[in-house]
């Protein structure tokens, strides 16, 4: 099963990344189901599917280039400037999901669900949405006296920030701390805050400004010590089970 598994995974992403230019994409974009870009797509599906499978199994292929027709075909009519992320994650799920049924067509496997609420995976879920969400919003309120006054002495505005950039920073920060505790790689949380003081360095330094530099690395402190707290007492939760 896995390596039938591995193989429809394979030709999907060749299909959908490696052998999908760039201007096939925005052709399709642009003209939808009129682009001939579209139906090359998914001869190209077809094509990588037959090797992969060495033309095995052909009815099952036919439903898969069959419905990523239709899914590609519905992504491209709702796409828009404001949804095509959004879009882009759900075409990506709804293929996988047929791969994962055409697997069960041809090669059936037990689907057990009850291990999805066992108390280990419970445990392992609320600590990520502690380390990435609850974390950040313990951030904020223990920074929140300090903000105004970064705003009104931060003199290092050239270009900007993005958008929520910070948030999603220290949301990744964490959870790379917490999986490095969970693998026993304490030594790569070490390089993780000597890389992220590289790239800071230059921002601070320019700036010349000792609150912003403060501010950082209070930050700083703070979200790794929450996510080694969190990686430490999870791990110890863990033992109990």
Not at 29 to 46: A, D, M, N
Not at 103 to 127: A, G, H, K, M, Q
Not at 199 to 219: A, P, S, W
């Given at each position: ?17 490696v052998l999908q230019p760039a201007h096939w994409v ?216």
């Amino acid at each position: 099963m896995m390596i039938l598994a591995l193989k429809l995974i394979l030709a999907h992403f060749i299909g959908d990344f490696v052998l999908q230019p760039a201007h096939w994409v925005e052709d399709k974009l642009e003209k939808k189901g009129r682009s001939k870009y579209l139906y090359f797509h998914i001869g190209v599906h077809l094509l990588a599917l037959l090797i992969i499978l060495q033309f095995q199994h052909i009815l099952p292929i036919l439903v898969i280039v069959v419905t990523h027709f239709l899914i590609d075909l519905g992504k491209l009519s709702l796409t828009n400037a404001k949804n095509y992320r959004w879009l882009f994650v759900l075409d990506q799920v709804l293929h996988l999901l047929v791969l994962g049924a055409v697997l069960y067509w041809i090669e059936p496997f037990p689907l057990d669900f009850s291990n999805l609420l066992t108390e280990n995976t419970l445990l392992l879920i609320t600590f990520l949405v502690f380390v990435t969400y609850v974390s950040g919003i313990i951030m904020r309120m223990l920074l929140a006296p300090y903000i105004d006054e970064i705003a009104k002495n931060d003199v290092s505005e050239e270009g900007g920030s993005l958008k929520n950039a910070g948030t999603y920073i220290g949301m990744l920060e964490r959870l790379f701390v917490f999986g490095f505790i969970l693998m026993q790689q304490w030594a790569a949380i070490g390089l993780l805050i000597a890389a992220k003081s590289v790239f800071r360095f230059g921002d601070l330094n320019k700036g010349k400004n000792r609150k912003l530099t403060e501010y950082v690395l209070i930050g700083t402190l703070l979200s790794f010590g929450l996510a080694i707290l969190s990686g430490t007492f999870y791990m110890y939760l863990a033992e109990q089970l």
